[in-house]
């Protein structure tokens, strides 16, 4: 396998935040997620999953719990999970704008936790492996 590399196709707020795996291309974020790093798929809190089918939302949720993880700005995370879950080539891989926005601001709302969560763990660089964890 491979690290995982995302162009979020829009600007984010990222301000002055800077890590090995955010760059900027063409004015637009791009994010990489390493090849051994553990996520759930789920930045949507619980209470609002029933509106998801997870498959569609799975490639956001990754993104945005690598987001999360290295600590990007939270608004900026937030918005990379909305262009992302709203920017599938499918309808299998994407949802609509209505839905990307009510996500968006559940996590924006309820996201706070994980993002603090994510603080206290601090950057988790392990090698890949049986035993191997990052979680998200």
Same mark, same amino acid.
């Given at each position: 396998?491979?690290?995982?590399?995302i *162009?979020?196709?829009q600007p984010?707020? $990222?301000? &002055? !935040?800077t890590?090995?795996d955010?760059k900027i291309?063409n004015?637009? @974020?791009?994010?990489?997620v @390493?090849?051994?790093f553990? &996520?759930d !798929?789920?930045?949507?809190?619980?209470? !609002?999953r029933p509106?998801y089918l997870?498959s569609?939302? *799975? $490639?956001?949720?990754?993104v945005?719990?690598?987001?999360?993880?290295?600590?990007? @700005?939270?608004k900026a995370a937030d918005?990379?999970?909305?262009i992302v879950a709203t920017s599938g080539? &499918?309808?299998?891989?994407?949802?609509?704008?209505v839905r990307g926005?009510l996500g968006?601001?559940? $996590?924006r709302?309820?996201g706070?936790?994980?993002y603090r969560?994510?603080?206290?763990?601090? !950057? $988790?660089v392990q090698?890949?492996?049986?035993g191997?964890?990052d979680?998200?």
């Amino acid at each position: 396998m491979r690290d995982l590399v995302i *162009d979020i196709g829009q600007p984010v707020p $990222l301000g &002055t !935040f800077t890590h090995e795996d955010v760059k900027i291309v063409n004015g637009n @974020p791009r994010i990489t997620v @390493p090849e051994c790093f553990v &996520t759930d !798929f789920s930045s949507v809190p619980k209470i !609002f999953r029933p509106l998801y089918l997870s498959s569609s939302v *799975d $490639l956001a949720g990754c993104v945005h719990d690598r987001a999360y993880r290295i600590q990007t @700005p939270r608004k900026a995370a937030d918005q990379m999970w909305e262009i992302v879950a709203t920017s599938g080539a &499918t309808r299998r891989n994407r949802i609509g704008p209505v839905r990307g926005r009510l996500g968006y601001w559940a $996590l924006r709302t309820f996201g706070i936790w994980a993002y603090r969560s994510n603080a206290k763990k601090g !950057f $988790l660089v392990q090698p890949c492996g049986e035993g191997a964890e990052d979680s998200a």
